[in-house]
Nanobody
Framework: VQLQASGGGLVQAGGSLRLSCTASGGTFRNYHMGWFRQAPGKEREFVAAVRRSGSNTHYADSVKGRFAISRDNAKNTMYLQMNSLKPEDTAVYYC????????????????WGQGTQVTVSS
């Protein structure tokens, strides 16, 4: 499956952005989906994940209460609504697809999108 992330940009602290990840070339609903991010000089870190059906989600502690992950299987698309953004949220955001639920390590995901830059100014 091929993944295409979009929606990144430059926003002031306290603002909002919505990222999208569109899948093609596979059966989207067969995969659990996740968002990761990577800041310069840092390792790629888990942000959020959503179950195949969309019925369950889990989040990194750093984004709980501010970010919301969702998916629309009819549109082969996953979303990440990011509110109350902070400068420390600045990173390249990647979407990923895998077969393991509750996966929070990059190695547990099989397919990756190209990333979209999110920059939060103070």
């Amino acid at each position: 499956v091929q993944l295409q992330a979009s929606g990144g940009g430059l926003v002031q602290a306290g603002g909002s952005l919505r990222l999208s990840c569109t899948a093609s070339g596979g059966t989207f609903r067969n995969y659990h989906m996740g968002w990761f991010r990577q800041a310069p000089g840092k390792e790629r870190e888990f942000v959020a994940a959503v179950r195949r059906s969309g019925s369950n989600t889990h989040y990194a502690d750093s984004v709980k209460g501010r970010f919301a992950i969702s998916r629309d299987n009819a549109k082969n698309t996953m979303y990440l609504q990011m509110n109350s953004l902070k400068p420390e949220d600045t990173a390249v955001y990647y979407c990923a697809a895998g077969q393991s639920w509750w996966a929070s390590k990059p190695v547990e995901y099989n397919y990756w999108g190209q990333g979209t830059q999110v920059t939060v100014s103070s």
